[in-house]
Structures are given as structure tokens and as C-alpha cells.
């Protein structure tokens, strides 16, 4: 039989999972229980004797962690958002393929990881859990470039960098026939957060009203903001405009410091979902670009297994 394979990409502002056919995501929200929660029975997620909530309970209650501190990978807070990966999938054994970022890919960094998890007590609805089987670790982007060789097999041969517009940030990588330029990598903190910030800044100052995220999104999505019934109007093109030519230069820039001549250009994560980000270049984006890199971490995991059994 078949083991079971999960695709865990934990970012700085969303989680994805992919289990097969079973894709899921929810906010990287974390934030320590400090009392019981008399009216829901929400269930924490146990580290270490620390309890945390995790995705929308987390951000319910705030007071969340800030995830851009150095040492999050690895951290409780960290290990507790794997531990809702497993609880939100009923994943209990199998293969596993995880994504860190790649500026801070490496292979003693990974040594780390699987260090913590292996000797981190999680609980999971009260129970330990164990992280059996497999455990690789590859950089985020790799999925979304195994994502498009799905599609496109052909493009295996041939020199393909990679852009993954995450919340907060731009991670580039670069595969020369298939394998994966360390030292092509490059990480800019030009995520889709910037321009959702400049978005909420300039509702301020129109309506003096505060927005959160979540409208600013919307707002970048064509949506209108209501408040207390009412509809506020916003003209957000110059907000766009200025982030979608910073990032156009940056990735301007990296394809041209490439050690070799790319073929081709994807884009994936979130941020591929602005629509004029492209403009004229020869960009492709992935298939479904918010889930292509647990996507693509499910495929290898999968692909890994099989390699192993056939020995
Ligand atoms: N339709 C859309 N248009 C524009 N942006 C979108 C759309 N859908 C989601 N986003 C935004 O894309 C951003 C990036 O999401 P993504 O899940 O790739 O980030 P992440 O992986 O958590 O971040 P990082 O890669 O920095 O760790 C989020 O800020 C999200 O709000
Ligand atoms: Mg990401």
C-alpha cells in the first residue's frame, strides 16, 4: 500500500497544505494561551508544555507572534502550526516534505529542523504526537517549479528561475536542467504586504477609517468596503502601480544576474494574482499559484517514496 504524503509550506502569512486531491490553507496566526477559554471549547496545540492556537482561533484572540523573527522556523510557535498542519489533515504517519525559505536553506539548517521536530513534544487534541516517516526539507520556490513541470515535463531540460511573490516576501530561484543554483538564490522583502499597507494608508486618509488586511485584499481585488452600511469608494491604481514597477525591477534584476541565461520565467504564490504585475514580460504564472508550492512538495514527496521503494 501506498504511504500517505503531506506538502507543508508554512509561510509568513499562510499556511498551505496539499494531501492529494485535499488542498487547504490557513493564516500563519500564533498566539499563546494564557487563559482557559471558559465559552469555546477550542483545543490548543501543545509544544513543549506550552499551549498555543494556531490559523483563525489565533487571530480571534490576538495578541499573535510575529513570524518574521529569525528564529521562527524552529521555534514552539512554529513546531504548533506543523502540529495544526497534522490535526487540520488527520495526518497521522507518512512522508513528509516541508519548505523553509530558501535564503536559509541549507543542508545543516535542515539537519536543525528535523531536530526539533523530532525532539519537540507536540500534542495534538491532548495527544502526543509523533512524526513518523519521512521528513525532507527543500526551499520554498522548489514547489512551485515541480508544481509547473506537471504541466510541463519538457521544461525539465531547461534553464527556469523561479519567482514566489509571498506576503512578505520575494524569494527567486533558479533550476539549470532540473537542478536546483544555490547560489542563484535571492530573498527581497517586497511581499504582498507592502502594498496592502499602502492601500490601508490610503484609506486612512481618505475616510479617516482604519482597514484591516483582509479589506485592503479585497480593495486590491476590485472589492468594495462597506462600514456600518455604508459603501466607501477608493482609488488604489497609483498604490498598485508603484508596487508592481518596484517588483518588476527586482525581478528585472535577477533574471539579468543569473549565471545563466534563463529560458524561462514563473511566478507563483499569492502575489502572482495581481493583474498587472506582468506587464509585457515573458512570465509565466503557475497553475493555481497560491497552492503551487505544497502542490509541488506533495509530487515530490510522492516521487521520492516511490524512488525509494523501487529501491
Ligand atoms: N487575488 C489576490 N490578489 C492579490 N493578492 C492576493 C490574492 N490572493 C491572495 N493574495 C495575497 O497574496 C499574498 C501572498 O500569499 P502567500 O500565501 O504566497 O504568502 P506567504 O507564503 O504566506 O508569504 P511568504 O512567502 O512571504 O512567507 C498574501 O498577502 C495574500 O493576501
Ligand atoms: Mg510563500
Redesign the pocket.
Known amino acids: 500500500m501506498p504511504t500517505d504524503c503531506i506538502g507543508i ?8 497544505t496539499c494531501r492529494a486531491d485535499d488542498k487547504r ?1 490557513f493564516p ?1 496566526a500564533i498566539t499563546m494561551m494564557t487563559k482557559e477559554n471558559t465559552f469555546a471549547d477550542i483545543s490548543p496545540i501543545v509544544v513543549n508544555g506550552q499551549r498555543f492556537l494556531v490559523g483563525k482561533d489565533a487571530e480571534r484572540e490576538g495578541n499573535t507572534i510575529d513570524t518574521r523573527q529569525s528564529g521562527f522556523v524552529t521555534s514552539d510557535a512554529w513546531l504548533a502550526v506543523l502540529g495544526h498542519c497534522f490535526r487540520v489533515n488527520d495526518f497521522v504517519n507518512g512522508e513528509i516534505v516541508l519548505g523553509v ?1 530558501p535564503g536559509v536553506f541549507s543542508r545543516k539548517y535542515s539537519r536543525r529542523i528535523l531536530d526539533a521536530i523530532r525532539a519537540s513534544d507536540i500534542r495534538v487534541n491532548g495527544e502526543p504526537y509523533r512524526v513518523r516517516g519521512n521528513v525532507r526539507i527543500i526551499p ?1 520556490g522548489a514547489g512551485i517549479f515541480f508544481r509547473h513541470i506537471q504541466d510541463q515535463p519538457g521544461d525539465l531540460q531547461r534553464n527556469v528561475a523561479v519567482i ?8 527567486m530561484v533558479f533550476f539549470a536542467q532540473g537542478r536546483y543554483v544555490e547560489s542563484a538564490t535571492e530573498s527581497q522583502e517586497i ?3 507592502l502594498v ?1 499597507h499602502s492601500i490601508m494608508k490610503a484609506f486612512y486618509r481618505e475616510h479617516r477609517l482604519a482597514i484591516d ?2 479589506a485592503a ?1 479585497g480593495i ?2 476590485g472589492k468594495q468596503v462597506t462600514y456600518m452600511g455604508d459603501a466607501y469608494a477608493i482609488e488604489v491604481r497609483e498604490e498598485i502601480e508603484g508596487y508592481t514597477k518596484s517588483i518588476s525591477s527586482v525581478i528585472s534584476r535577477y533574471l539579468e544576474k543569473l549565471p545563466l541565461h534563463p529560458d524561462l520565467g514563473i511566478i ?8 498587472d504585475l506582468l506587464g509585457s514580460r515573458n512570465l509565466l504564472v503557475v497553475s493555481e ?2 497552492m503551487a ?1 505544497a502542490i509541488g512538495y506533495w509530487y515530490y514527496a510522492r516521487n521520492a517514496q516511490q524512488g525509494d521503494s523501487r529501491g
Open positions: 509550506d508554512i509561510g509568513y502569512g499562510f499556511t498551505k490553507i500563519t525559505p520554498q514566489d511573490i509571498g506576503h512578505n516576501t520575494v524569494d511581499g504582498v504586504s496592502l488586511s483582509e485584499l486590491l481585488q507563483g504564490g499569492g502575489g502572482a494574482a495581481i493583474r499559484p497560491a508550492n
